[in-house]
């Protein structure tokens, strides 16, 4: 198991690597060219030289997260191959510079939904949570405003303005797609990546929906076990893979995350680990990793990886924002560091017992 945290690149974060490395344990990033646009083709000189930077800092690039799929994509225009192309070029590039895990999601328009940015809980501390009435009663393009102005400035992944900017025209380009037609997309994406992604050994982790249901009547097809299970079927190769975002899948109650985690056995070479705290069925809010500050038993889903033989990468997931910290909502240092310790204690724990 390898222990990381996310950084978005100097520029775009401010956590510095240098603060990172002194976590204890935690070895690796995951990371981005935060400043491609989903569609375009890397360069190997560009993923070099952030390979280069996060080397010198005595760290090293786990994954990626994300290579974004751009629309043409995900809805299947008649231009679809040209992106694809540009993508499996990009895996090219990773694969020569030993890059091989690679994070994605194929959700319409908008990445995650949230619909606070720091909501204060009892201890001061502030988190994202979500309620449904107000999803129920918000303009999409009111959504993309709030999200903006509460970022303390940063610019929030998946909520890039360049793109979120013709919100008429992207719900125009997914009028019809259904929730068939899009696995159906997906399913054709995942097909013509198959030989780079053997050629240099890396994995596809698809990053389930969040919340795991669909909002602006946009479909979701990543969103519980039997749907994951239909896609690993449907390209059933280890490259075809899952990111276990232990946050996204769990905003629905009714996902067994441990029963997941066995039944994907073998193909999560990578999990996003971090506790929601439910208030009714239609809000929750983030919490602390530590299983007694939300909804979820983070015991028995470290325990449930160590079981499965689970030998990928963890990241620590959203972190509370506390001590007077500014970052991005989400992506500040303390909180996530302390996530990152408490992980690594679970570990330690559940594997010196297991080989007792
Ligand atoms: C939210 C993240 C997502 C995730 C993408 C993967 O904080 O979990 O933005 O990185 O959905 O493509």
Request: one cysteine or more; aromatic letters at 10%; a negative charge.
């Amino acid at each position: 198991m390898e222990m990381t945290l996310r950084w978005f690149g100097t520029g775009y974060d401010s956590v510095t690597l240098q603060q990172i490395r002194q976590i204890p344990g935690v070895t690796g990033v995951i990371t981005t060219l935060y400043n491609t646009k989903p569609g375009e083709e890397w360069s190997r000189e560009d993923i070099h030289k952030l390979k280069a930077e996060v080397e010198a800092a005595g760290l090293k690039i786990s994954g990626i997260e994300s290579v974004n799929v751009c629309d043409a994509i995900k809805v299947g225009s008649p231009d679809r191959d040209k992106y694809i192309d540009n993508y499996i070029k990009t895996l090219e590039h990773l694969g020569q510079e030993d890059i091989h895990l690679v994070v994605y999601n194929f959700m319409p328009i908008f990445d995650w939904t949230r619909t606070e940015l720091a909501r204060v809980r009892p201890d001061g501390s502030t988190v994202l949570a979500y309620n449904q009435d107000t999803v129920d009663n918000i303009d999409p393009n009111n959504m993309f405003d709030s999200i903006n102005d509460n970022s303390n400035g940063f610019v929030m992944p998946g909520w890039e303005p360049e793109r979120l900017a013709k919100l008429q025209e992207l719900f125009e380009m997914y009028k019809d797609v259904t929730e068939e037609k899009l696995f159906d997309n997906l399913v054709y994406f995942l097909k013509k990546l198959g030989p780079v992604c053997k050629k240099y050994g890396i994995k596809m982790a698809i990053h389930p929906d969040d919340p795991a249901w669909s909002v602006f009547g946009l479909p979701r097809i990543i969103t519980g076990k039997e749907k994951i299970l239909k896609l690993l079927k449907a390209v059933d190769e280890p490259y075809n893979c899952l990111n276990l975002c232990t946050g996204s899948l769990g905003t629905n109650p009714n996902n067994d995350i441990v029963d997941i985690i066995y039944a994907c056995k073998g193909r999560i070479p990578f999990a996003h680990i971090r506790n929601l705290k439910y208030n009714t069925p239609r809000d929750f809010e983030e919490a602390a990793h530590l299983s007694s500050d939300g909804s979820m038993d983070m015991f028995k889903i470290v325990q449930a990886l160590y079981k499965t033989g689970f030998d990928g990468v963890i990241r620590p997931d959203h972190g509370r924002m506390i001590w007077g910290e500014v970052a991005m909502p989400g992506y500040g240092l303390y909180d996530r560091a302390l996530g990152a310790c408490y992980l690594n204690g679970l570990w330690e724990a559940i594997s010196k017992e297991e080989k007792r």
